[in-house]
């Protein structure tokens, strides 16, 4: 079955320290996204790549990175600069150039991030 | 600034009756637009969407009503199931495909 993969489901940071969270989807779709959920605050857009080797800032994206090498994956890297890391990371991918009928989002089942 | 708006932060509604979620946006270049439905730990699923060129789409129990000039978009839930209990985003889309959403409303349906 085609879906998206998250990994880990937790993850627990020191301060100071950089995490990667990792997504891969075999959708074959073109666009891959990262957003962050906090209590109240709905869903926040991190970053975003249309294409390989191509991606955007979001409306939040101090204190992280990412990259895009393969259509499949689009991991995020949490950086020591990003001051409240605690959230439910999610990514999500679709193929917009085919159509408006291809907007909708397939999401990963996420990432829990505690800072300790 | 919140392109997409959900004010409504909670809904309560008893088993069997109409549950209506709203949403209001601000950018009159949104041309599609979505509902997901997501449980706690988990990623959003997609529910229901309608183009700005309709006023309604419906799909089975879930029918979504677009008002574009108020620039309002509604979700009802008829009838309503205990498992639908669940935080509701919309989102809208200005043509490239990128999604904005909005808050987010939690539905709890009482059995």
């Known amino acids: 079955d085609g879906g998206i993969t998250q990994s880990p489901k937790y993850l627990f940071r020191k301060e100071g320290q950089n995490v990667t969270l990792s997504c891969e989807q075999n959708l074959n779709h073109d666009a891959m996204y990262w957003y962050r959920q906090d209590p109240g605050q709905g869903l926040r857009l991190i970053y975003y790549?249309?294409?390989?080797?191509?991606?955007q800032k979001g409306d939040i994206a101090e204190g992280y990175s990412v990259s895009r090498e393969k259509k499949e994956s689009f991991p995020l890297t949490v950086t020591s600069a990003q001051k409240n890391p605690t959230a439910f990371y999610l990514c999500a991918s679709n193929s917009p150039t085919e159509g408006r009928a291809n907007y909708g989002y397939t999401f990963g089942s996420g990432t829990r991030l505690t800072v300790v | 600034d919140q392109q997409v708006k959900q004010n409504s932060p909670s809904l309560s509604v008893q088993e069997g009756r109409i549950s209506i979620l709203n949403c209001d946006y601000t950018n009159s270049m949104f041309d599609y637009f979505l509902w997901y439905k997501k449980y706690p730990a988990e990623g959003p699923t997609f529910l229901i969407s309608i183009s700005s060129i309709k006023d309604k789409n419906e799909d089975g129990r879930f029918t979504v009503f677009l008002n574009k000039s108020a620039k309002h978009l509604s979700l009802h839930i008829v009838p309503s199931q205990p498992g639908d209990s669940a935080v509701y985003f919309c989102?809208?889309?200005?043509?490239?495909?990128?999604?904005?959403f909005g808050q987010g409303t939690t539905l709890q349906v009482k059995p």
């Open positions: 989102a809208a889309s200005v043509g490239t495909g990128k999604l904005i």
């Open positions: 790549s249309q294409i390989v080797n191509d991606f």
